[in-house]
């Protein structure tokens, strides 16, 4: 069966608390040159079936509408892989 | 400043709680066909300077140490984009 990846993100406009905890610990740990750290999530999902562009679409439904918070995320790329 | 994106994703081989909920929501809201959702995390960062090999190596290490829990994640892709 075909994986659909669904890659979200924060808005960029957004204070990413997380992302800068995390970006604050690599720097105590030594590796200071990796900064602005943002965590989204990578969603994975298996389809029946052949990828059309129907399927695609609802896809692309399911990530704005089910899989993320418009509000507050973006939804980066979906893809079949 | 180039970014470097860090995929992390639970093991194959665990319970996905998170995952399963979401596949029986999208399974009642009538998406019945998007099946198995897994969901893990998409971190960016932006790196100082040229990606060179040794920077990657280092994105490499922080990714498995401190980007991820090698007990129940696996890294599964580090690119830069």
Redesign the interface.
Known sequence: ?PT?VV???PKAELLDPQGKA??G??AR?G?G?????????????????EVTDE?LA??KK?AEE??SNQVIEDVISIEVV
Request: no cysteine; proline share 0%.
């Open positions: 069966m659909i890659d979200v993100m995390v970006t610990s690599l740990l590796h040159q990796f900064q602005n750290v943002r965590i989204g999530k990578r969603v994975e999902m298996t389809v029946e079936g399927v609802e896809a399911v089910i899989l």
